[in-house]
């Protein structure tokens, strides 16, 4: 049973940083894409960013294009999202997950705890 762990949340004030994790197990998770996505209160949950298995393609949600950097270990089976400039409206349960395919943002394991991130104005 593939098992998705994040971590590294908090609360910070707006224009800091934070790096978030997401360890996987269960699974060697090399060959998967892979994505974080968020969900802000009484919304949806929505597609941040993507890196493909080797790291040369990754995609990103314009709103965060340029400020947040998604990468990976595949030698850790762990994924990571680096978040700059933080806005509040970036505030949310932060969550990731192996895709389905390609270009389609959809998340193929069940979903973890998530981690949360709060940005104060």
């Known amino acids: 049973q593939v098992q998705l762990v994040e971590s590294g949340g908090g609360l910070v004030q707006a224009g800091g940083s934070l790096r978030l994790s997401c360890a996987v197990s269960?699974?060697?998770?090399?060959?998967?894409?892979m994505g974080w996505f968020r969900q802000a209160p009484e919304k949806e949950r929505e597609f941040v960013a993507a890196?493909?298995?080797?790291?040369?393609?990754?995609y990103y949600l314009d709103s965060v294009k340029g400020r947040f950097i998604i990468s990976r270990d595949n030698a850790k089976n762990t994924v990571y999202l680096q978040m700059n400039s933080l806005k509040p409206e970036d505030t949310a349960v932060y969550y990731c997950n192996a895709l389905r395919t390609w270009g389609t943002w959809v998340g193929f394991y069940s979903w973890g705890q998530g981690t949360q991130v709060t940005v104060s104005s």
């Open positions: 890196i493909n298995w080797n790291e040369y393609y990754t």
């Open positions: 269960g699974r060697t998770f090399s060959r998967d894409a």
